[in-house]
């Protein structure tokens, strides 16, 4: 069971650290439509940009978007594990050892 | 499939901010019945994986690329209250952290990607589940079909907010046809990538495939 959870773990890294190198950078769907027709005109500047990891690099320098990656998988990870490790239902004898922590 | 701030207005921003925020919040709620000690770790593995992914932009035509919006793989693998919060996660630190999809626009972001992606994902996938319990081909089949409709769905999410109060005044047929054209083939590509990831969980833990959970017999599916 670890084995699975630790490789899901490992592709994701591989896939953010060193894959994203070879994405395209040509707008996106959605990019491509607004440049097309003109909208993004009216687009405003992120407020974050200027920020040290905004578009993926790091202070603008894109030869580090693997390590703005790796960051990222990091912290999607530990913020989604914990919000889910925080909703989950407790099996009845974690319910139990609360139930003497919260006693103490 | 990230919008930047100003390309809708302002009180269409907030409308659809609070349509994300009672959204979520509902998934929140709902999520607690599909949580627990081997599905928690689970759901946290395939945020993370979405955020990987969508970082890999794939070109579609010359001058233009897609990415992964991960609606149905979310939906498929931790089921669809789960799999709106694995997305929103993933919207929220791309915003904050790597300043991609604006600030006020997170809410229609959030509620074209997580949430209208990741139901039609859902509903499409549970409308078939009967060809995905068949083995790993048919698994396949309705994990490409899934996520192709999520992501003309989710883009059509845009072309809905654009037309109710976008800036510009273009043409709402112009933006449509536009984004089905490029969802269409973007589709294709999320599609491939949601498959391919459905049947590798399965692959090894059938058991941690949403989708499948309450199959009467277990599932053969072998690579």
Known sequence: MKKFFIGFAVVSLLIAGVLSYFASGSPDGLDKTVEDTGIAEHAREHPFAGSTFADYAFGGDDRFTGLAGVLGVVVVLAVSFGLFWLLRKKSDAQKSDAQKSDAR | MHMSDGLLNAPVSVAFLVVAAVGVGFALIKSRADLDDRTAPMAGLVATFIFAVQM????????????????????????????????????????????????????????????????????????????????????????????????????????????????????????????????ALIGIGEGLITAVTVTSVAAIRPDLVYLLRGTKKPLEVRS
Not at chain 2, 74 to 89: M, N, S
Not at chain 2, 117 to 132: D, E, M, P, Q, W
Request: charge should be neutral; charged fraction near 5%.
């Open chain 2, 56 to 183: 890999i932009n794939f070109p579609i035509l010359p001058g233009a690329s897609g990415h992964l919006l991960g609606g149905a793989l979310a939906a498929i693998l931790v089921g669809p209250y789960v799999g709106a919060l694995c997305v929103t996660i993933v919207l929220v630190v791309q915003a904050l952290l790597f300043a991609d999809g604006g600030l006020t626009a997170l809410g229609a972001n959030v509620t074209n990607m997580a949430l209208i992606g990741t139901a039609t994902g859902f509903l499409v996938a549970v409308a078939l589940r009967k060809v995905a319990e068949r083995g790993k081909g048919g698994l396949a089949a309705v994990a490409f079909v899934s996520a192709f409709i999520n992501t003309v769905v989710a883009a059509t999410g845009f072309v809905v907010e654009y037309a109710i109060g976008g800036a510009g005044g273009v043409e709402i047929g112009k933006v449509a046809l536009l984004m089905w054209g490029l969802h």
